[in-house]
Structures are given as C-alpha cells and as structure tokens.
C-alpha cells in the first residue's frame, strides 16, 4: 500500500466538486496544528471548467466554464481563502491554462505549465505520449466505453494490457506535488512566519496565514493520482478535484539560509 507524507492530510471523500471540497478545505485549514512550528499550507488539484464535449488539446473552455470560474472563484473569497499567485501550476494544455490563470485572476504567461500533472493510461508524467498506449485506450473506449474503460485501468485487469499503469501516473504525480508545489510553498511561508515573528509587527493574524496552490489538469490525471490515495473514483467533475493539507515541518525539510 502506498503511503503518503505523514504531515499531509486528504479530502473526504477524496474527490469532491468544487463547492463542497473548498467548504471542507477550510475547516481542515483551520484545524489547530499542536506543533506550533509547523506552517499548515494546501493545494486544490482541480479538473479544469467547462469545454465542448467533442474535443482536442486545441479546445478552449466555454462560456458556461467562464460563468462556472467567476461563481467558483467567489466561493473561495467568502471562505477566506488567499491564493499565492506565484504557486499557480497548469497542464500546458489551453483549457487548463485558462482556468488556473482565470481561477487566480493572473495573466496566462504566469502559469506555470508543467508535465509532471499529466499521469494518464498512454502518457507517464514528464515524457511524451506513448501512441501504442493511446491506441489500445481509444479501441477500450470504444469497446466498453469511458466508464467502465477508466475501471478496467484502475483494477489493472488483463484489458488493460498496453496501458500505462495507474499507480505508476499516481506515484510520479503525487511526488511531483510534494516537491514542486507543498515544499517550496510551505519553506516560503514558514521564512515569512519566521521573519514576522523576529519584527517589532508581530500579530495572531499574522501567523495564521493559510496559502493555497492550485494544480489545474484533466480528469484522467486526477483518477490516476486518487487510485494510489485509497479511491477508486472514474469520474471528476468540471472544477472539482482533489485537496492536500500540508504542515510543513522545517526540521522534516530545513531550509538553507533561513
């Protein structure tokens, strides 16, 4: 069984649509930390907003997906939750791109477009697409269909022979996060905790700072990550996504010139 760091905790049920996992992302924030020296930080993954049903990586979000942002965007306001807009990571596919930089109002230049979000049954994160792979998932679908395709590459079963396994995408995702997105945003926190704390302006409001990361990406990637936390969930709706709560501890992770 796959084990994750012991600092970060996980929605329940693990993917959720958008208004719900931000309700709960909120209270798991605000979950006293007994470590006070811990920096408790989070990353909404998050399946990119609406688009077309027939589709390519070309494809844009609609306008029912711009609707769906702005109302999404103002959940996150009224639970208080602050965005760190240099810790805005994308699939560089354009949908993707869209709704992180309209999620965390910045422009697209500043996404960050990475590879390492994009674990699929035909293509391991950071490497090119496997077109063998994507052959055999294409004859799946039409054999079975999405549903029970995205099932079949979950169990493993001998149909899904040619495919990329699951738990591989979930693992290489997974660590990418850890070391891309929970660490460094949670070393750039607990620097600005600790700084704070050795000034003349130090506050209780001032050491209860929570910033998030968003990690916007496809269905099938955030399926892939969820198989190796305990969930064997095929589908994902439009915004909604998985979160990780991270405490980041300076002695599990020092820092260099603190």
């Known amino acids: 069984m796959f084990e994750i760091d012991s600092n970060i905790s996980l929605s329940k049920p ?12 909120r ?7 007994s470590q006070n020296n ?8 998050l399946r990119h907003s609406d688009r077309p049903v027939i589709h390519d990586n070309e494809t844009i979000i609609n306008k029912k997906g711009i609707v769906r942002i702005k109302k999404y965007r103002e959940i996150l306001s009224s639970k208080g939750i602050s965005i760190d807009s240099d810790f805005i990571f994308s699939s560089p596919v354009i949908r993707c791109v869209q709704t992180a930089s309209r999620m965390a109002q910045i422009d697209e230049s500043r996404v960050h477009k990475v590879r390492w979000i994009l674990g699929s049954p035909w293509n391991l994160p950071n490497e090119d697409e496997v077109l063998s792979s ?3 998932w294409e004859k799946m679908k039409y054999d079975f269909g999405s ?7 979950l169990e493993g079963s001998i149909e899904s022979e ?3 396994k699951s738990e591989i995408c979930g693992k290489i995702n997974y660590q990418s996060i850890l070391n891309n ?6 070393s750039k926190y607990h620097l600005e905790k600790f700084k704070i704390a050795d000034s003349d302006i130090m506050s209780d409001e001032s050491t209860k700072i929570n910033p998030i990361a968003i990690c916007c990406t496809h269905d099938i990637c955030i399926i892939g990550l969820a198989s190796i936390l305990q969930s ?12 990780l709560c991270f405490d980041f501890d300076p002695a599990k992770y020092p820092m260099e010139n603190l």
Do not use: C, H, M, Y
């Open 162 to 164: 040619g495919l990329i």
């Open 14 to 25: 693990l993917i959720q649509d958008f208004p719900s996992l931000v309700s709960k992302f």
């Open 134 to 136: 994507r052959t055999t």
């Open 38 to 45: 811990f920096q408790r930080i989070g990353v909404l993954i």
């Open 147 to 153: 549903e029970k395709s995205r099932e079949i590459w």
């Open 181 to 186: 997105v929970l660490i460094p945003l949670g």
């Open 232 to 243: 064997k969930t095929t589908f994902v709706p439009f915004l909604g996504g998985i979160f």
């Open 27 to 33: 209270d798991a924030l605000d979950n006293d930390i």
